[in-house]
């Protein structure tokens, strides 16, 4: 299985802060990454596909790169509803996997 | 606009079968482009992939739970469904399904379909417990 190492595991920022949050899978996996928020009690929610693709709807302030093994996702300017959980998910081969997850805390 | 909604038991005694039903709406669960995923989260954890089957109703499975899992279509009411075997504590967790899309993007002259969880249903927490 190819594994998906995020860091770091938690993150405390404020309202109006850059803040980046990378993902390293454990082989090369090209762009097939995705980026994913979750809310306490809610259902992940996709925000970034292919590595750098921005989903419809998701505020231009989400910004995904990098390829291979190494990838970011960034957020430029923090608003109150982006802290939440963050998670990226490799689909280069089957079986899927995540990351361990980011939480990100206001500070 | 496409929906999902989990059901199923709630409560599940040790080594019994975890049946769980997600009802699609907003769409039909034959049009071109949609697969049909399982994905599973336990409390206060991590997310794990199940399962997926495709359109043609071909499957694939976790190899950690492959042999415990079952996913099926049911078309004529709009359906699919995760039966899980021989369940313990370890499968306490909350279920969700989810659509598996190909989204396709473009970037510095390569262009990538990537299979993406794209929407998602409420979740339905199963506990196992005696």
């Known amino acids: 299985d190819i594994q998906m190492t995020q860091s770091p595991p938690s993150l405390s920022a404020s309202v109006g802060d850059n803040v980046t949050i990378t993902c390293r899978a454990s082989?090369?996996?090209?762009?097939?990454l995705n980026w994913y928020q979750q809310h306490p009690g809610k259902a992940p929610n996709l925000l970034i596909y292919a590595a750098s693709g921005l989903q419809s709807g998701v505020p231009s302030r989400f910004s995904g790169g990098g390829s291979g093994t190494d990838f970011t996702l960034s957020i430029n300017g923090l608003q109150p509803e982006d802290f939440a959980t963050y998670y990226c998910?490799?689909?280069?081969?089957?079986?899927?996997?995540f990351g361990q997850g980011t939480r990100l805390e206001i500070k | 606009q496409l929906q999902l909604q989990e059901s199923g038991s709630g409560l599940v005694k040790p080594s019994q079968t975890l049946s769980l039903t997600c009802s699609v709406s907003g769409d039909s669960i034959s049009s071109p482009g949609y697969s049909w995923t399982w994905i599973r989260q336990p409390p206060g954890k991590g997310l794990e992939w199940i399962a997926y089957i495709y359109q043609s109703g071909s499957t694939q499975y976790n190899p950690s739970l492959e042999s415990r899992i079952t996913v099926s279509v049911d078309r004529s009411k709009n359906q699919f469904s995760l039966q899980l075997s021989s369940v313990t504590a370890a499968d306490t967790a909350i279920y969700y399904c989810?659509?598996?899309?190909?989204?396709?993007?473009?970037?510095?002259?390569?262009?990538?379909?990537?299979?993406?969880?794209?929407?998602w249903g409420q979740g339905t927490l199963v506990a196992v417990s005696s």
């Open positions: 989810a659509s598996l899309e190909s989204l396709r993007h473009c970037r510095g002259g390569n262009c990538y379909s990537v299979d993406s969880f794209h929407i």
């Open positions: 082989q090369g996996i090209s762009s097939y």
């Open positions: 998910q490799q689909s280069f081969t089957v079986p899927f996997t």
